[in-house]
């Protein structure tokens, strides 16, 4: 259904100097970044480091202090195929099927293709057995799976994903890579930030270093890790703390 | 002892004219809360979701609001509907109409900061997700409203809770006319003074028994909100 829209695409994302200030700091400082199809992007880097901002941004739920932001070529671009899964995500106070029932309904998706799309999704993420439960009372790894599948009902061609896995053990962990693994297979764009360098790995991709607001590094997975250009990269793929 | 046994008497065998004091009561007060709720909790939602200068200041006054004496509001509709008054071509001074004007006067500052709670607690919540999902304001209001519903039904009783127990506002407008505006509380008042104690005492019960269910209601929408919604 989201062909009706046009052939308008939002990807490549083109960041250039964007600047996000916090009273007088800088969260994001002069930071110019490119996201385009392909393999997954890990953000990488210390709590602090910009990373959450920087999906916001790209999100298109910011608006940068300086700098430019376009879509597609875009300067202003609704979210209409790019998607968010936040990191502690806000249940709506419905049951896990209504919560997908109402992104499919704000996506435009007809309301007779509603309950069928409820159930793939559900099934994808693994929560068929749950749809009735109301998803506040959901256990986190739950409410995560739900989230990304609301973020998934969106069609998205670019997935935002706000370390969706800070909080949860490693079987449910193992469950969201999957999911996210089978996600970027479907062509689905996935930018993702975690502070956690063994996920990074496993689902790169692309590797983005930040560091108090910048890029310190670009790589892919393997030369990131085993070659790293800069000295703080060094350090934090070797496992050292940047602070 | 043998005023209470009547008084429970008047109750058990439905005595007519308690009934219909009872009835109109009913009737003036859901009006009352009907348009109450209809201005409130639009109201409560736009300054819940709007920022403007002196928004404080409103939700302040809002608040303030809440604690409004009957009386007075009472006799700020008296003057406004007054034969002389800017309404008084209405000819609605001493009429149910004039009663439910009254309680829907003194009921909306309840629900629509009660509301305006709800729905900005909400929308801190909600906000991100909303954007995110390209939601736009009238979709927004909608399910703030609906995600809030067992608050904002909690927020309508309580209302409806004032307008029930008020005597101040009804008796100035109301007039207390027998058979044609006389409600549970004013009837109360005057029985009280007239000595015909088994009647107020009747009317007291049912009115106690009014508020009990209401709280009981009260009670059980926010329990089904927590199971259902959590």
Do not use: C
């Amino acid at each position: 259904m989201m062909r009706m829209r046009g052939p308008a695409t939002d990807l490549p994302i083109i960041l250039e100097d964007v600047t996000i200030v916090a009273g007088d700091m800088a969260i994001l400082d002069r930071l110019t970044l490119t996201l385009a199809t392909g393999a997954p992007t890990m953000l990488v880097g210390p709590n602090g480091a910009g990373k959450s901002t920087l999906l916001r941004v790209a999100m298109g739920l910011m608006t940068p202090a300086s700098g430019r932001i376009t879509w597609g070529g875009r300067a202003n671009s609704p979210p209409l195929r790019r998607a968010i899964v936040f990191q502690r995500p806000a249940m709506l106070r419905r049951s896990a099927a209504a919560n997908l029932l109402y992104a499919l309904s704000a996506a435009g998706v007809p309301h007779a293709k509603r309950g069928a799309h409820v159930a793939e999704l559900l099934d994808l993420v693994g929560l068929a057995g749950l749809s009735e439960r109301p998803a506040r009372r959901m256990s986190g790894g739950e409410q995560q799976r739900l989230a990304l599948a609301r973020a998934l009902a969106r069609e998205p061609e670019i997935l935002f994903l706000d370390e969706p896995t800070a909080s949860l053990d490693p079987a449910a962990t193992k469950a969201l890579e999957d999911v996210i693994r089978a996600v970027a297979a479907r062509g689905i764009k996935v930018v993702m930030a975690t502070h956690d360098l063994g996920e990074a790995r496993r689902l790169a991709g692309e590797i983005v270093l930040m560091h108090r607001g910048h890029i310190v590094e670009i790589g892919g997975a393997d030369t990131f890790f085993t070659a790293p250009r800069t000295d703080e990269a060094r350090r934090f793929a070797a496992g050292e703390l940047l602070i | 002892m043998s005023t209470d046994a009547s008084a429970l008497q008047l109750v058990l065998s439905g005595d007519p004219a308690l009934i219909a004091i009872v009835r109109l009561s009913l009737i003036v007060s859901l009006s009352a809360v009907l348009f109450a709720a209809i201005i409130g909790v639009p109201l409560g939602a736009l300054i819940a979701l709007t920022r403007f200068r002196g928004r404080d200041g409103v939700i302040v006054l809002l608040n303030a609001l809440m604690g409004l004496p009957p009386v007075v509001v009472g006799l700020t509709i008296y003057l406004l509907l007054s034969r002389s008054g800017p309404l008084g071509a209405w000819g609605l001074l001493f009429t149910p109409q004039a009663m439910v004007i009254a309680q829907a006067v003194l009921v909306t500052p309840i629900i629509a900061a009660l509301a305006r709670q709800t729905v900005e607690d909400l929308w801190v919540e909600y906000q991100d997700e909303l954007a995110a999902m390209n939601v736009g304001p009238l979709g927004r209001v909608a399910t703030l409203i609906w995600d809030g519903r067992f608050s904002l039904l909690t927020a309508l009783l309580a209302g409806f809770g004032r307008a029930a127990a008020e005597v101040g506002a009804v008796i100035i407008v109301g007039g207390n006319i027998d058979g044609f505006t006389r409600t549970m509380t004013t009837a109360i008042a005057l029985e009280t003074s007239k000595g015909d104690l088994p009647l107020a005492i009747g009317l007291g019960m049912v009115l106690i028994a009014i508020v009990v269910v209401i709280n009981a209601l009260a009670w059980t929408a926010r329990r089904a909100g927590e199971r259902y919604a959590g």
